[in-house]
T-cell receptor, first 113, second 117 residues
Framework: GQQVMQIPQYQHVQEGEDFTTYCNSS?????IQWYKQRPGGHPVFLIQ?????EVKKQKRLTFQFGEAKKNSSLHITATQTTDVGTYFC?????????????FGPGTRLSVLP | EAGVAQSPRYKIIEKRQSVAFWCNPI?????LYWYQQILGQGPKLLIQ????????DSQLPKDRFSAERLKGVDSTLKIQPAKLEDSAVYLC???????????????FGSGTRLTVV
């Protein structure tokens, strides 16, 4: 079945440094979503990417979907303590309407002040 | 708009006991999901409903887990009997099929943290 992996598993950064997490799928995806889960909280939807090579920005966050639609990345510029949490990608298989999103294991980000 | 409501927030039970979780999705969201999130892992889909019908329950351990969504609104997830490995956060999520803002993401509830001892 479809598998979604993320690296790194953990990342510790100093406040102000940049951060990137990578998401890789075993199969081609129709689209991919990103979520943020604060410690003790629930996943909160950030964005959805659909097109090959698509790049979207939300303030300091930049999301990219690979050309082959099998990988994605989330880059945070100049991290802040409010960025602490676990970032999950969730990918949907090529049958856009027939499959559910599969979540990756997440990348846990800690930001040292 | 009101979010996805779940109860209880926490539950501690002994193994072999039964437990039930309740979820009320966002009004108008036809699709409802139950996820299991074990500590340190991503959410894993247990069951998906569209209105009051089951769309996908391929990963639901049907020998002990059951779920229903009567009248296509709120839903309950039951575990009977519970095992130690069922300790996890059970998340309910709902999703609009079509959203004018092109937001097709899941909206999760706060979850129920289950501890089986």
């Amino acid at each position: 079945g479809q598998q979604v992996m993320q690296i790194p598993q953990y990342q510790h950064v100093q406040e102000g440094e940049d951060f990137t997490t990578y998401c890789n799928s075993s199969t081609t995806l129709s689209n991919i979503q990103w979520y943020k889960q604060r410690p003790g909280g629930h996943p909160v939807f950030l964005i959805q990417l659909v097109k090959s090579g698509e790049v979207k920005k939300q303030k300091r966050l930049t999301f990219q979907f690979g050309e082959a639609k099998k990988n994605s990345s989330l880059h945070i510029t100049a991290t802040q303590t409010t960025d602490v949490g676990t970032y999950f990608c969730a990918g949907r298989g090529p049958d856009n309407y027939g499959q559910n999103f599969v979540f990756g294991p997440g990348t846990r980000l800690s930001v040292l002040p | 708009e009101a979010g996805v409501a779940q109860s209880p927030r926490y539950k501690i039970i002994e193994k072999r006991q039964s437990v039930a979780f309740w979820c009320n999705p966002i009004s108008g969201h036809a699709t409802l999901y139950w996820y299991q999130q074990i500590l340190g892992q991503g959410p894993k889909l247990l069951i998906q409903f569209q209105n009051n019908g089951v769309v996908d329950d391929s990963q639901l351990p049907k020998d002990r887990f059951s779920a229903e969504r009567l009248k296509g609104v709120d839903s309950t997830l039951k575990i009977q009997p519970a095992k130690l490995e069922d300790s996890a956060v059970y998340l309910c999520a709902s999703r609009a099929l079509r959203d004018a803002s092109a937001n097709y993401g899941y909206t999760f509830g706060s979850g129920t943290r289950l501890t089986v001892v």
